[in-house]
């Protein structure tokens, strides 16, 4: 299988890229990955390590999208970007799939433009990973759609639900509502007519609320993209933010360097679940195509674990199972 | 001052609200509370305790409004209850504010109904107080209203300026605009409205993210009830969470008993900003009186601190201040 990778992506390209595709290579026999960016950095960066060169090929494209660049604009105008030609390449079927840590909001709109929208799906959607106590679940939409209408919700739980299934081997999973309550009348009127589509799924477990994220009161959580993006960045500034309360704690209870170690080495081991690189990343549901986006922070881990999801959902059929059940 | 008291709100009644309702006399010698709620009960809570029988007076109320009742059907039907009789006392003149660890919807109703709004204030609404780094600050909408227009934006901003710094002690209080990004551009039509909206304020900080807010991005968080609520729930279970995220981590790393017993006390302390009972409970703004409405499960302190905070907003005037801003 070959993957597109993208070399000029994230925060750390094309350092990180680079190092979690041979990585990735390592790890399966069977792949090829195509570093898609600046040919000269790319190649002047795989100059550090040893790899397979059969199966780890570069393809130039020179230009590259920022991270806060306006989207629509920069997928128009970068024609030669790492984005544009690695979908384009994705969509004239060179590759199987196509991973990156860039600029989300171009990602979003090339993936939507460039490989389509899966027969079916009103809208594609972002999906993320979230920590509960019982291990990652997914949240979505966290970013593509601010207003999701009551048929859109129905689709995004029948993708979240192959999604979580398939490559994040929960079983039977179950689909929650974000609200304001538990009551079928929670809500605004796009929430109590989402409700009412939602009930025809057997595993729909209703309305659920803030509490019952990190519980996993549902395995699959729908909310609209304010909602999603909000509390994704939220869970992501949590590990910080706990540092900083546990630190105050510790000052304030005057413990030893001995016992302060302890404490913190606790607090790291407990907020692994909280990693973002060893999930890698998450896909655009709905586009047809495997298009993964990863946190533009992405370690050589994080996008190493994004080609093998990618792979994953290649080998699986993702798309072909979002298709037959929207049917 | 004489304050009202819900004896027949919460989870805990009478108890709580007598047990609170004392300690609160014991702190200021210049208040009187009227306990109201059913009489037998509440007077036989108080024989349990010693007070000063003047400055504690009962108001038969022997209607109980359930947490789980539907809040204008109840309010309607209900009117020997608790909070009927307790805001109807308070808008008589007969007391200078209600408290109420009630049903959150009934509350608000009946606040809303029987006190009126504020010159200038088109919805009351709902804030509560949140945890961060930099200690507590103010979110809201988190209950009232689902769609929150631009001009309600601007109104909520002036109302929580006032409360965070008249009875949160905050000096100079920055407002920020709960969004997915950024840049003005960024989410609904109605938050690019609100955006423009606020910037007619001189401690308007802009758009923030869920990021901002454990780091106090902002001391007003200003969002719509869907967002708010969620996200208020969703930090309520969080001590609850990290307790099960650090028991995991505790086990992982084989702690002996005494290194666990030191983390365990080191949470407790790094997480006293999220008790709720600290705080006491947090006023509807923009109705015309003094009520406020605390967690159902409210402790003794918890209503101590929730009649405190009433008398400091009557002390400071918050509603008259409210008017004259919003001018």
Do not use: W
């Not at 020179?62 to 969509?91: C, F, W, Y």
């Not at 790291?268 to 998450?282: M, Q």
């Not at 959902?313 to 072909?320: G, R």
């Amino acid at each position: 299988m070959i993957i597109a990778v993208d070399a000029a992506g994230g925060d750390h390209y094309p350092e990180n890229p680079v190092k979690g595709s041979i990585q990735a290579l390592n790890d399966r026999d069977d792949l090829t990955i195509i570093l898609v960016g600046p040919e000269d950095s790319v190649n002047s960066e795989l100059s550090n390590y040893e790899y397979d060169q059969e199966r780890l090929l570069v393809e130039d494209a020179p230009e590259v999208i920022g991270m806060d660049e306006s989207p629509a604009r920069a997928v128009k105008t970068k024609q030669n970007s790492s984005i544009v030609k690695g979908l384009g390449m994705h969509k004239a079927g060179k590759c199987a799939g196509f991973v990156s840590a860039g600029n989300t909001g171009a990602l979003l709109a090339a993936s939507t433009f460039l490989l389509g929208k899966l027969e079916g799906v009103s809208r594609p959607t972002i999906a993320a990973v979230y920590p509960t106590v019982k291990g990652v679940r997914l949240m979505l939409d966290v970013g593509a759609n601010l207003e999701v209408r009551p048929e859109m919700f129905l689709q995004f739980a029948r993708m979240g639900e192959i999604f979580t299934r398939e490559i994040m081997d929960i079983d039977d999973p179950q689909v929650g509502l974000l609200n304001i309550g538990e009551e079928p009348e929670k809500g605004t009127d796009t929430l109590k007519e989402a409700f009412t589509e939602l009930k025809s799924l057997p595993n729909f477990v209703g309305n659920v609320e803030g509490r019952d994220i990190f519980d996993a009161g549902a395995d699959v959580f729908l909310c609209d993209a304010l909602v999603g993006n909000v509390l994704l960045k939220f869970g992501e500034s949590i590990p910080a933010a706990l540092k900083k309360f546990i630190k105050s704690g510790i000052e304030k209870l005057e413990l030893g360097p001995q016992e302060a170690k302890a404490v913190q080495k606790v607090l790291k081991v407990s907020l692994s679940e909280f990693d973002a690189d060893r999930i890698g990343g998450v896909p655009f549901l709905g586009v047809d195509g495997v298009s993964m986006v990863g946190h533009g922070s992405s370690s050589p881990l994080a996008v190493k674990n994004m080609i093998l999801n990618a792979v994953k959902c290649v080998d699986h059929d993702i798309n072909e199972k979002i298709v037959a059940s929207l049917k």
